[in-house]
């Protein structure tokens, strides 16, 4: 007796060619709406600046980190990764506040400099005004951080692949204020106000 479900040559290829990455695809794509999903519940208590006393910490978070209005800029800056437009255009609206006159050379450049037209980007730098850093990186040194003044701000991406280690910088003397953002974190230095950190949800 034959058995009823053989598969032939051209059922075989039509499942591996074409079924089978459109399920890994689907199933990638589900994985990510769960994951943002659950970020987003997990964080809803911290929308919009909730819970924030200092009116400065409250202005940086509704204006700059979680501003909703549209610029003009976000026409054409675009990715193709979600992730990466996210904090590109963040650090668009951190360079147009900031307004910092040079950067290290960064991938991220073309943010920068549309929010900031007067950027130069170099190899080199003694002070940070505004920069950007991912969690292994500083790993390896964290002397960064002596390059940071009142004036400087550091994003440092990342920073739940080594919780330790931002758990530390936050905690670092020489940190102001703080921002939690998931993706990123956000690190002032202005030590006039009592140290806070915030966790944020973006």
Not at 127 to 140: A, D, F, S, W, Y
Request: hydrophobic share 40%.
């Amino acid at each position: 007796m034959e058995c009823p479900f053989v598969i032939n040559d051209g059922e075989t290829l039509f499942f591996c060619v074409i079924l089978l990455p459109l399920c890994i695809f689907l199933y990638l794509c589900t994985m990510n709406i769960l994951r943002r999903y659950y970020v987003l519940l997990r964080r809803l208590n911290h929308i919009c600046g909730f819970g924030i006393q200092s009116p400065t910490d409250y202005w940086f978070v509704r204006y700059v980190v979680n501003e909703r209005w549209p610029y003009y800029a976000y026409s054409f800056l675009t990715d193709n990764d979600w992730l990466t437009q996210k904090l590109g255009r963040l650090y668009f609206r951190l360079a147009n506040w900031r307004q910092p006159a040079y950067m290290l050379i960064d991938d991220f450049q073309r943010y920068w400099k549309t929010g900031s037209q007067k950027i130069r980007f170099v190899s080199t730098l003694n002070k940070i005004e505004l920069g950007r850093i991912t969690i292994e990186e500083i790993e390896k040194s964290l002397e960064i951080l002596n390059q940071c003044d009142t004036q400087s701000v550091l994003v440092i991406e990342g920073i739940y692949r080594n919780s330790e280690l931002w758990a530390a910088i936050i905690n670092d003397e020489r940190v102001g204020t703080s921002y939690d953002l998931y993706y990123c974190g956000i690190l002032l230095f202005d030590k006039r106000p009592y140290h806070h950190h915030y966790v944020i949800n973006f």
